[in-house]
């Protein structure tokens, strides 16, 4: 039964007195719940009984609507909760509110009120991110380094190309005869999640050498991404380390970006993402491909960078991330949250916000916009699997 016909066949039901969840089912219901658009309507489903309530819970509705905000969200495999118990999250979807009479049953049905709490708490600071700001915390390392610690990815963090008439301010890349060859700088974020949507570089300009060359890049890229173990302060790059973490295998990649042009300019160059989008892991990739200034002492091709911000939004510290075998869960902790255990405070807040007044705009409009896209990712390769599966 496609969604239309199950629309129709609650209707009836409803009309008859009837409740519509046990009339049609749990696959035909879904159905229903499934086309579901404007936030209201997921509160106020959830409210009418118990057994709409279940299924709102175990059709995974928050999940969908974070989805929609930002697809980064398919790589989150787990949600957990901070405390000692019920931590991990599962999906038996023959569970009913009602049926948590058993260990077995109580356990399982708490997993998915954790769950639904998780992404509503996620859905409500994606809503109200409307603030950008820098989101850069510290360095992790660079591909390579001319001159370590005087021309080290640090200096990026610095938003002036010179401290006073000397020395100059600067990341440099380790010289190379091939102008193909690509270099990369990685970045810790202050949050584990941010919603980014620029990136900003200043290529430098050797005002100490003749003509004063500029060592940009012919394009940049960005990725996004979780460390597979949590970083600690030591990794940080400091005046005696310079970083240790900069292989890919040390992180679980969730997006990566087009490819953007660099011009050969001494100005801070913008470079607007397509959508705002999620860093799940607080981990930052700036990729540099292909140079374009030699430097005639050597005759060797370098790039070099004056400074690197990336612009969006941290979401609040209650909600952590954290790679495992399986993938990356998403942790929230309770104290934080701002429901009670039965509520739906969230959603209603937007409810009696009317047009989502003091929200961000933008990914309201993502939330009630068209429907929903789920099939590709912007880098080519699919990895949204489960959300294109049929709602079970």
Known sequence: ????????????AAA???????????????????????????????AVSR???????????????CLRLCPEVASITRI???QPTNSASSSNNGVNEGDAGSTAAAAAWENYKIEQRGYMLLAHALLSSDTKSSCIDGCLGASSTDNFPGESIQNTLEP????????????????????????????KLCSDLCLIDEIRIHPFKAFFQERCPIYSSQYVRFKFGCPKVPLQHKDLVSEVNEGQLTADDNYIWVYTSSEFPMLQKNVLQSFKLPRPVLCIGGVVKVEFLGRVQKQWVDDQYYICISHVQVLGTPLP??????AYENGIALKY?????????????????????????????EMLSRLLGPQLQLAVEENGHGELKEVNQALP
């Open 1 to 12: 039964m496609d969604g239309n016909a199950a629309a129709a066949a609650a209707a009836a």
């Open 16 to 46: 008859a007195g009837m409740d519509f969840v046990e009339r049609l089912g749990p696959d035909a219901s879904a159905a229903v719940f499934a086309v579901l658009r404007d936030r209201a309507d997921i509160a106020r489903a959830a």
């Open 51 to 65: 057994s709409w309530r279940t299924l709102v819970m175990v059709v995974h509705m928050s999940k969908i609507r």
């Open 80 to 82: 957990e909760q901070e």
């Open 160 to 187: 002036r190309d010179r401290l006073g008439e000397w020395p100059p301010s600067y990341w440099s890349s380790g010289g190379q005869v091939d102008p193909g060859a690509s270099e990369f700088l990685v970045y």
């Open 317 to 322: 510290g209650e909600l952590q991330t954290a």
């Open 333 to 361: 902790y309770p104290d934080h949250e701002p429901l009670e255990d039965n509520g739906w405070q969230i959603w209603q807040a937007l409810i009696g916000n009317g047009q989502g007044i003091g929200f961000n705009q």
